[in-house]
């Protein structure tokens, strides 16, 4: 069952000579617990992608199933409360972390399980576990901006993941960060994406970051022109390449 | 040397001088927080807060500051009410009447800062790129 399934996903900006196509019948298909990842130059879509699998800025056309349930967009209409499926289903890791400024660490953490009715206590409690797991126990009291680059991209991570999730959308979560902190962060997210189930789809420039993926989706001016998986061995030193349908 | 103030016949009285346009400030203040954490409000709608949870922290946030600004001033004018010159009966009912007011202030403050904030576009908790 995929977990995420988007279908010739256009978006348009703007009008008449003013109009850009910034995706043009992108199409992705995420399972369980696979991590992929999003390429390509700068301008080519990845972020609008990201944008739109999540809602937050709503594609042009296409269809987005979550969980093969019923579609949650399609041709122009958000068929559901795009807050409440970001708050129970999709979360998004930000490139420069995003983390409530005013809320402890632990606090930052509890927030998602508390939007999702958790009690509070209970609230702290898994949050205080889930930082004990990524060794952040001592910082669950302090504010966000004490902690390290690398510390504040983990407690994204652990925001992200707390309520198990079916899909993890992350923009670029090491641009900010140097490559061996950088690769820290991605072990992490890979990691718990397979351990919680969760679909991983992480936008990326740096091509050193997407050993491990399960598949690496490519995108130039708008569309997918391949996609292949890392993993499996190169043929005649070159990956694997097969374009994706739709695109 | 500062005269005695006349001495009233209603009592029990505390004689204070209080100046409420200081409330009215609030709502600009409130206003001017809620601008300031626009990135931060687009993150918790990023991340599923609805906005009746959003309407609520600044809400409680205008209710705290006003009642924290009622407490500290009715404190020092206490403190102080006998170093000034001229002088404001202020009878128990006048300081209840006084916290409705301060009360009032901050949820019409608030409202400005609610309505604000539920304008402001999730997007902006997201940086560039494509």
């Given at each position: 069952m995929p977990a995420i399934f988007a279908d010739r996903i256009t978006k348009v900006f703007g009008h008449g000579e003013t109009e850009v196509v910034a995706l043009k019948d992108a199409t992705i298909e995420v399972e369980r617990g696979e991590l992929v990842a999003l390429m390509g130059p700068s301008g080519s879509g990845k972020t609008t992608l990201l944008r739109a699998i999540s809602l937050i800025d709503p594609p042009t056309s296409g269809r987005i199933i979550v969980l093969a349930g019923e579609p949650v967009y399609e041709n122009d209409r958000v068929l559901v409360d795009d807050r409440r499926l970001r708050r129970e289903k999709t979360r998004i890791i930000f490139q420069s972390y995003n983390l409530i400024p005013f809320l402890t660490v632990a606090e930052n953490v509890a927030l998602v399980l508390t939007l999702n009715g958790v009690s509070l206590r209970e609230a702290m409690r898994r949050a205080r576990a889930l930082l004990e797991q990524l060794h952040l126990e001592r910082r669950a009291d302090v504010h966000p901006a004490t902690l390290s680059g690398g510390e504040q991209q983990r407690l994204a991570v652990a925001r992200a993941v707390v309520n198990d999730p079916a899909v993890i959308l992350a923009d670029e979560p090491t641009a900010s960060l140097d490559t061996q902190r950088g690769k820290a962060v991605m072990d992490l997210l890979r990691r718990l994406g397979r351990e919680r189930k969760a679909a991983v789809i992480a936008v990326t420039h740096d091509e050193r970051m997407i050993e491990g993926f399960d598949r690496v989706y490519h995108m130039i001016d708008g569309r997918i022109d391949k996609s292949w998986q890392p993993s499996r061995p190169a043929i005649d030193g070159e990956w694997v390449v097969r374009p994706t349908g739709g695109s | 040397m500062l005269e005695p103030p006349p001495s009233s016949t209603a009592a029990?009285?505390?004689?204070?001088?209080?100046?409420?346009?200081?409330?009215?400030?609030?709502?600009?203040?409130?206003?001017?927080?809620?601008?300031?954490?626009?990135?931060?409000?687009?993150?918790?709608?990023?991340?599923?807060?609805?906005?009746?949870?959003?309407?609520?922290?600044?809400?409680?946030?205008?209710?705290?500051?006003?009642?924290?600004?009622?407490?500290?001033?009715?404190?020092?004018?206490?403190?102080?009410?006998?170093?000034?010159?001229?002088?404001?009966?202020?009878?128990?009912?006048?300081?209840?009447?006084?916290?409705?007011?301060?009360?009032?202030?901050?949820?019409?403050?608030?409202?400005?800062?609610?309505?604000?904030?539920?304008?402001?576009?999730?997007?902006?908790?997201?940086?560039?790129?494509?």
């Open positions: - | 029990p009285q505390r004689r204070t001088t209080t100046r409420p346009s200081a409330c009215v400030s609030c709502r600009g203040f409130i206003y001017t927080m809620t601008l300031e954490k626009t990135r931060d409000i687009a993150t918790l709608k990023v991340v599923g807060a609805p906005d009746r949870t959003i309407a609520g922290l600044i809400l409680q946030e205008a209710l705290t500051l006003g009642l924290l600004g009622y407490a500290t001033g009715a404190v020092l004018i206490s403190g102080t009410y006998q170093y000034f010159p001229r002088r404001v009966v202020v009878t128990a009912f006048d300081q209840f009447v006084l916290l409705v007011i301060v009360v009032g202030i901050c949820v019409v403050a608030s409202l400005v800062g609610i309505w604000k904030a539920l304008r402001v576009d999730p997007t902006a908790a997201l940086g560039g790129g494509a």
